[in-house]
């Protein structure tokens, strides 16, 4: 076998040490008796991990990171007391950022979300999902998805993309919710498909955005097409959405906050992953908690994402989101690991592609400044990829 770079001295998240031998773009063979000596001499490129923590490259599985302008000056007003409706009152809330995405020109959508995709992979994400839905019109509804497959070829990082026109109603559609999803349904989905911009279909299906009924006639829509589906499910309450997303068979149910344990059980009766999502409950200070213990219990498959948005969480890190699901939601530094790697994966559908080291998979990996996967949700806002391979390269 031909070892285009090989990386010793690593240390893996069970404690095992080895190498990780890579071929062109894929991984080749990982452990303690990677290569032989004779393969290891001939390789092309050696670099010492130096007993250090190896990871695959993180999976960044939910998020909206592409958008018109930003909401800081609404944030402000929240951290002075202004309540969500006011908020909305006075011209914010989602509506607000619908607005600036629909101004902008799609080269500035683009160079925005490359800045802060830059952010992302920085923090070690390899591979990242990404939504639309911050158009609700045909026009930038297919923009921003444009946006996000180009994004794969300016910044290196595998991006995978979700149409999310049912996010929420938009204001021109205000009060007439079904025929809105009539036109999502008969217009936009289709010319998004007939594009092939989008990998999966998603809805918002809770109080504030579409009824169950309504999130099912995208999701059949969805199936129509061929395309896999997921739901923003059960985040401000128990709406029915997960048991609707198991019902689906949906490749992943996200947020989960309000979801109940009869809904957990359904997530593991269809193979759903549950992907949690804890830089919302943290900027939003909502107390309410996904099921953890239920999930784990159930052998349910929990993911963990940053949902970076620019209401409900700017966040641009997913190690920082990985600790926020160990401290305020009961994860273990594995099962965070985990979550930002082959449970992210299987929520994209790429389960055994990335998010893993394994003969076979895509050759991303992370060396870390750290020892073990503890180390790395421990400390806060401090950068730890010491190197970062994509696709066989070392990029960092
Ligand atoms: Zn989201």
Known sequence: VTVDLLVTGARFADGSEGSVAISGDRIVSVGADAVDAADAAEAAEVVDAGGRLVTPGLV???????????????????????????????????????????????????????????????????????????????????????VARRLQTTTGVRVVTTFLGAHTVPEEWAGRADEYIDFVCSTVLPAVASEGLADAVDVFCDRVAFTPAQAERVLRAAASFGLPVKLHADQLSEFGATALAARHRALSADHLEHADE???????????????????????????????????????????????????????????????????????????????????????????????????????????????????????????????????????
């Open 60 to 146: 960044d599985c939910h998020t909206h990171l592409v958008f018109g302008g930003d909401r800081a000056a609404e944030y402000e007003q929240r951290l002075a007391g202004a309540s969500y409706e006011e908020i909305a009152r006075a011209g914010g809330g989602i509506m607000s950022t619908v607005r600036r995405t629909r101004a902008a020109g799609e080269d500035e959508l683009h160079d925005a979300a490359a800045s802060r995709l830059a952010a992302l992979a920085s923090s070690g994400v390899a591979t990242v999902e990404i939504k639309s839905g911050y158009g609700l019109d045909l026009d930038t509804e297919l923009a921003m998805l444009r």
């Open 262 to 396: 009869a809904a957990v059980a359904a997530l593991a009766g269809a193979g759903t992953v549950a992907v949690l999502l804890p830089g919302a409950a943290y900027m939003l200070a909502d107390s309410a908690r996904p099921p953890v213990a239920a999930l784990r219990a159930a052998g349910v498959p929990m993911a963990v994402a940053t949902d970076a948005n620019p209401g409900t969480s700017p966040l641009l890190s997913l190690p920082l989101a990985m600790h926020m699901a160990c401290r305020l939601f009961g994860l273990t530094p594995l099962e965070a690991l985990d979550g930002a790697t082959v449970h992210a994966a299987a929520a994209l559908g790429l389960g055994g592609e990335v998010g893993v080291l394994a003969a076979g998979a895509a050759a991303d990996l992370v060396i870390w400044d750290a020892a073990s996967p503890a180390e790395l949700v421990y400390w806060l806002g401090r950068n730890l990829c010491h190197a970062i391979v994509r696709k066989g390269s070392v990029v960092s």
